[in-house]
């Protein structure tokens, strides 16, 4: 090989490696991000649901909208978390569906819908604070050691989803 040849080879060979670095550090912002979002909009509005479910139980239900409210940002972020990793297939397929299964049986509860609180009866009202006790025991609630590991957010949500009966007692 001549002269020029050598620097070709050469460079395509630096190229190449660069572009695996790029890509590959692409792949580990992509799986960050998606973590991320499953952390803030699911783990940390359950941990927020459970205070909430806590503080109303004490205010004898004095402002029930802000538990149904929160409720509606669960279900909105396991939608919204669940369809960006089946788009970015960075969420296995057992863990969308126990994913799934928590945001089936979290719509049983009352949710807002556009302009309107929802109504909460007494037994809703037991209903959430079942559910409550069901966060604290999962390890999602206050003053609770959160994890930041994937592996562990998914095992406290595959209890969640276990504890929860389908239809609701």
């Known amino acids: 090989m ?3 040849q050598k620097i ?3 460079g395509s060979i630096g190229i190449n490696i660069v572009l695996i670095f790029v890509v590959g550090w692409g792949i580990i912002e992509t799986n960050f991000a998606n973590e991320q979002l499953f952390y803030e909009e699911v783990q940390g509005n359950l941990v927020e649901l459970e205070g909430l479910i806590h503080h109303q139980n004490e205010e004898n ?3 029930p909208h802000l ?3 929160k409720l509606g940002d669960v279900q909105n972020g396991l939608y919204l978390s669940i369809q960006n990793g089946q788009y970015l297939h960075t969420l ?5 569906e126990v994913l799934e299964k928590l945001s089936a049986k979290l719509r049983q509860y009352p949710t807002d819908k556009l302009y309107e609180f929802a109504t909460i009866t007494e037994t809703d009202q037991k209903q959430f604070e079942d559910l409550q006790q069901k966060l604290r025991e999962a390890g999602l609630g206050l003053n ?3 994890s930041q590991d994937w592996d562990t957010f998914m095992a406290q949500v595959a209890v969640l989803e276990k504890q929860i009966d389908a239809p609701l007692q």
Do not use: A
């Open 92 to 96: 296995s397929n057992s863990d969308r």
């Open 61 to 63: 239900w004095s402002e």
């Open 67 to 69: 538990v149904t409210t």
């Open 8 to 10: 070709i080879g050469r």
């Open 144 to 146: 609770v050691t959160i």
């Open 2 to 4: 001549n002269k020029k």
